[in-house]
């Protein structure tokens, strides 16, 4: 097993498998948001301290391709490819258009501003759920400013784009999200809590339950923040010490080590087995055994 990794089940292995993880770029101030184009070849990620955003070419080149990108964090792709993205400094969901315009789909819940839109996913039918805790409105990574919602939620826009709907307000600091593979189901961890919920996805959308799932631990720095489901039904959270892997029932199957503080990552290139993992000053990228998930 390789430095990079830390095994806790004799199926880690046959996930995660034992490649070196090398180093892409550096230089960054905090990475987050990486999202792989399945068709197009390229990945894009966020610097959310700088407000930019930088788009890896399929040659390796990183090239600017948003300045500013208003302190954006969490991005994803919707059925149509096109690059959703939540904004901290405007406390705004947006999406690019191909005419090169910017729609903008989310910005309050009735008349208050949202928090801070952090991460989003995108459902076969063309909802998107987002997360909204505070951390887009301190320094560093936001605008410091005060917060005009009394809690911190988690919503769904209709696919039309006409309505926001309040999904869940009981979490501390909502996160990072991911669909179960056949989308029954949706998990959310919370950065406060150390832990991932799941909740049940009605046939209109809503959630139902929210019991926790599982739990992230570990002395080491990091908490739940970026995750992602590979084609297995694995789920991967950010964690104490890197990403945590958990199998489809909830038990964990072990702890990838990253170098630096992960906050975020994603499934890419062509086989979608190589996990690109946004992690502090640097972007990374591993090599893994079971691929991740097209998004459309």
Not at 234 to 243: Q, R
Request: with cysteine.
């Amino acid at each position: 097993m390789p430095i990079s990794a830390k095994a806790r089940h004799s199926g880690f292995g046959d996930v995660v498998g034992n490649a070196a993880m090398e180093r892409l770029a550096t230089g960054f101030s905090f990475t987050e948001g990486p999202v792989w184009h399945p068709y197009e070849k390229w990945l894009v990620f966020s610097d959310i301290p700088e407000s930019r955003m930088y788009r890896r070419l399929a040659s390796g080149e990183i090239e600017p391709f948003r300045d500013p990108s208003h302190k954006a964090n969490g991005n994803t792709l919707d059925r149509q490819g096109r690059l959703v993205t939540c904004e901290h400094a405007t406390s705004r969901v947006t999406r690019a258009e191909p005419n090169g315009g910017v729609s903008v789909l989310a910005t309050h819940h009735g008349d208050r501003e949202l928090n801070s839109p952090n991460d989003v996913v995108v459902a076969t039918g063309g909802a998107i759920y987002f997360t909204d805790p505070s951390f887009g409105r301190v320094e560093f990574y936001g605008v410091p400013r005060r917060q005009e919602l009394a809690f911190q939620g988690v919503y769904r826009i209709d696919g039309d784009g006409a309505r926001l709907t309040l999904l869940a307000d009981d979490f501390v600091q909502p996160n990072g999200l991911c669909f179960s593979l056949d989308e029954s189901r949706l998990f959310i961890n919370d950065t406060e809590r150390g832990h991932i919920r799941v909740f049940g996805v009605e046939a209109n959308g809503d959630l139902n339950g929210g019991a926790v799932w599982a739990v992230t631990e570990g002395s080491e720095p990091g908490s739940p923040d970026g995750m992602k489901i590979d084609s297995r039904g694995n789920l991967y959270c950010t964690g104490p010490g890197g990403i945590h892997v958990f199998d489809a029932s909830g038990d964990l199957l072990g702890v990838i080590r990253t170098p630096e503080y992960c906050a975020n990552f994603t499934f890419g290139d062509e086989d979608l087995r190589s996990l690109y993992i946004a992690a502090s000053t640097s972007l990374y990228r591993l090599r893994v055994r079971v691929p991740g998930l097209r998004l459309f």
